[in-house]
């Protein structure tokens, strides 16, 4: 089979395709048919040894994938040859077959696409432990996401208004405020991009509170990080709660804690993959629930590019340069 490995740490021009053996599974596994494969942030940090999973090289990047169960290891009884799948697999989804752990896999219903499959779960999991479990937003609060027609910023953006939130969606261009109201925002701001100096730093605070009659946001969702983080907690309301989801601006922020103390709020880490480990059985829970939003129509992934596996250097470029409006995906070549 072919596979897309990283040999050697490096940006993604230095990776290359390569046949390797196809896997065959363990106890407790299952092979699948890679028919699709999300494309994420993750996987721009981990060819280059900047996330905090180090895998032995070589490997292939990709963190979730669909496609058919086609290989059952000893023990398995969830899943059969044949049933179509989710699997979240950390990395090794940019191969054409891939064996994960049983528990691992989850199936999908006949009116998801092996495309919006792939593009499902990290996103809409990520978004909806953060809102729900986290942050536990309740219907009439207002919600701010950073980086808002991101993948998982855009989910947010819809699990924001399944919940009854009133979203406002913030984002660097119109082009992407755009798809943002299309999903639901009820307000947008635009904000710059790279570092914000100190007015600009005060504009986005000033331009939050005004969308919010001056209380703040009762959540802030950020994936964003960088300059955009302390701004965005100078404008969370009174007993607010702000969600540190990631950090796609890329330096990690230094937060005057005294912002916590006068505002009452909480500061609240989301580590959804951590979370799925520790508490399968609600994440089991959590995921019966997407997928019922989905079938409900409340919840519409939106793939703005499929990629082919030849092309996933030019992919991993356009997610490094923040490029991408909800997600994308690479597709075998078979």
């Known amino acids: 089979m072919k596979a897309v490995l ?7 021009s230095s990776l290359v395709i390569e046949e390797v053996a196809s896997p065959e ?21 981990i060819i280059e040894n900047k996330y905090q999973f180090k895998p032995p090289l070589p490997f292939s990047p990709g963190g979730e ?25 950390g990395w090794g989804g940019f191969a054409e077959e891939i064996a994960i752990d049983e528990a691992r896999v989850t199936p999908i219903p006949d009116e998801m696409s092996y495309v919006t499959a792939s593009a499902f779960l990290m996103a809409y999991g990520t978004s909806h432990h953060a809102l729900k479990d986290r942050a536990h937003i309740q219907p009439g609060e207002t919600l701010l996401v950073l980086g808002a027609a991101g993948g998982v910023g855009l989910a947010a953006v819809e699990l924001g208004k399944a919940m ?28 710059s991009t790279g570092s914000l100096d100190k007015d600009q730093q ?27 983080a302390e701004p965005a907690l100078r404008a969370t309301n009174w007993e607010g709660r702000y969600l540190v989801v ?21 500061i609240v880490g989301v580590f959804w993959g951590a979370f799925t480990g520790r508490e399968p059985a609600r994440h089991q829970e959590n995921l019966k629930e997407l997928m019922t939003w989905f079938k409900q129509g409340k919840l519409r992934p939106h793939v703005s590019r499929e990629y082919k596996f030849s092309e996933v250097a030019t992919a991993l470029d356009d997610m490094a340069a923040r490029k991408v409006k909800g997600k994308i995906v690479l597709v075998p070549e078979r």
Do not use: M
Not at 25 to 45: I, R, T, W, Y
Not at 65 to 89: A, H, M, Q, W
């Open 6 to 12: 990283c040999k050697e740490y490096g940006p993604p």
């Open 25 to 45: 599974p363990q106890k407790g596994q299952v092979v699948v048919e890679v028919h699709s494969a999300a494309v994420n942030f993750p996987d721009v940090l």
């Open 65 to 89: 994938v669909s496609g058919i169960v086609t290989k059952l290891g000893e023990g398995v009884t969830r899943v059969k040859v044949g049933d179509r799948v989710i699997g979240s697999c």
């Open 164 to 191: 009854g939130a009133r979203v406002i969606a913030a984002a660097s261009s119109e082009e992407k405020l755009q798809v943002c109201r299309e999903h639901g925002a009820d307000e947008t701001i635009l904000y």
């Open 202 to 228: 005060r504009a986005l605070t000033d331009q939050i509170k005004a969308l919010t009659g001056g209380q703040g946001a009762d959540v802030v969702y950020d994936p964003v990080g960088g300059d955009y």
């Open 246 to 266: 990631g950090f796609a601006a890329g330096p990690i922020p230094r937060i005057p804690l005294n912002l916590a103390l006068l505002k009452g709020c909480q």
